[in-house]
């Protein structure tokens, strides 16, 4: 496996030019072989035709020994001549070129034959004249055709050769020239830093290399992404944890010192809040650390939403006095998806409505069938119209903020339901005071379960 893509296009350029040029050679032979006998076999018909023609007129005077019909040709590595023999037609040499075998060349009485002649193949065309009574036979060596071939290959074949290391060298230069574009995104790349995600410049990439640095450009957008939300993450857990670890601190000082039982158990108590603020807040930086290394869950099943609220709603504390209410409607809607991602959404959206409901207020959870989603709301104080585009956006407090809140719960919330495929909204409740969050499922809708 050639690891070089450089070397790799070369020898794969160099090998189909050579195939190429030996396909071309082959056709060149091939028809020019075939061309070669139809001129050759053409000439010897005009030249036995011109010694019937000859012998016609010389009639009685007819030298036992005709003169060449073509000169001897010299030169290269043959040579090449005619060969002439007339008969009668009772078998008797009457004349005979110069050079020509003594032997009859051929017995066919006319025609094209190949007869084999003191170890060589001769090719012989034979014209016969019944009036005058002679018979003429014209021929030369299939060798010298052969050879004749073979020199006109040679003569291609030689600055085939002697162009190849020059072309050898130019396909080298020309791909090193066309993988330009790589090596200076290579550069580039090779020059930043950890923290340099600027886009790799693709504007005068070749539309082949344009995939990969699109890819490139939306990677590098994905990790700063990432590390962008690490950076919040770590920034706000080291602001955030501050408080409650002081808090604990000093609450534990206070209970050490007071001599007060009653100053003991309310410093233990605020140790307590403290100690539930910090686990609160560290669970839900883990899921959004872990929701935020995941773009898509596959791992989807058919979900029963009202089990599944109920279940949540029963292991979420609330205060005193708060109604939560699950609406039978609810026991038909059943939603394919991911059942963590959904009772994490659940979970969030739930703990944020009874963190922020006042004692005897109310939660519902509910079926709206236009369009079809479930709806949970509170009769809590709501959200200030100018917050209310901030829901959702991770570590926002509004100014109606809990104690023990971070701003989390609801990014964590939007999150998980997108990585299912569903969708939520954030709003105050049309009628009366009170937040309300919708979850439209959109291309899953919910179904009535069987």
């Not at 009485?109 to 001769?122: A, H, Q, V």
Request: net charge neutral; aromatic share 4%; charged share 25%.
């Amino acid at each position: 496996m050639i690891g070089s893509l450089r070397l790799r296009l070369f020898v794969v350029l160099l090998g189909a030019t050579g195939a190429v040029w030996i396909a071309a050679v082959g056709w060149i032979y091939t028809s020019s072989q075939r061309e070669l006998e139809h001129v050759l076999d053409t000439r010897l018909q005009e030249a036995a035709r011109m010694v019937v023609s000859l012998v016609g007129s010389m009639e009685g005077r007819l030298p036992e020994t005709l003169p060449n019909l073509q000169p001897p040709v010299t030169g290269g590595n043959y040579e090449r001549q005619l060969s002439c023999q007339v008969w009668s037609l009772q078998g008797t040499m009457i004349a005979r070129s110069s050079g020509a075998p003594e032997q009859r060349l051929s017995d066919q009485p006319s025609g094209f034959s190949e007869r084999l002649i003191d170890g060589e193949t001769w090719r012989i065309y034979a014209i016969e004249d019944e009036g005058r009574g002679f018979r003429v036979l014209v021929g030369d060596r299939l060798g010298l055709r052969d050879r004749l071939v073979a020199d006109l290959i040679k003569g291609l074949l030689w600055p085939a050769l002697l162009i190849a290391p020059l072309l050898g060298v130019l396909i080298w230069v020309s791909v090193g020239r066309g993988l330009r574009p790589l090596q200076a995104i290579a550069s580039d790349l090779v020059g930043r830093g950890a923290d340099d995600m600027r886009p790799v410049d693709a504007s005068r990439a070749p539309s082949e290399v344009k995939p990969l640095t699109e890819a490139l450009n939306a990677l590098f957008d994905k990790v700063s992404l990432a590390r962008r939300h690490e950076r919040e993450i770590t920034a706000f857990a080291a602001h955030e944890l501050r408080s409650p670890l002081t808090a604990l601190k000093t609450q534990a000082q206070v209970a050490l010192a007071a001599n007060d039982p009653a100053v003991s158990r309310a410093a233990l108590q605020q140790i307590l809040l403290a100690v539930d603020r910090a686990t609160r807040l560290v669970r839900q930086l883990l899921t959004l650390a872990r929701l935020d290394a995941h773009a898509e869950i596959d791992d989807r099943g058919r979900v029963a939403m009202r089990a599944l609220i109920e279940d949540v709603v029963r292991a979420t504390p609330r205060a005193d006095g708060i109604v939560v209410t699950v609406d039978e409607a609810l026991g038909d809607a059943v939603w394919s998806g991911n059942r963590e991602c959904l009772e994490l959404a659940i979970r969030n959206l739930h703990e944020n409505a009874v963190q922020y409901m006042p004692g005897g207020g109310e939660v519902r959870w509910r079926l709206d069938d236009t369009p079809r989603a479930i709806i949970v709301e509170d009769t809590g104080p709501g959200v200030p119209a100018d917050e209310l585009d901030k829901i959702g956006q991770r570590f926002f407090r509004g100014r109606n903020k809990s104690a023990i809140g971070s701003g989390l719960g609801l990014a964590i919330a939007s999150l998980a339901l997108a990585r299912s495929g569903a969708e939520i909204s954030f709003g105050n409740r049309p009628s009366g005071s009170g937040f309300q969050v919708r979850i439209a499922i959109g291309e899953r809708p919910l179904r009535s379960a069987p």
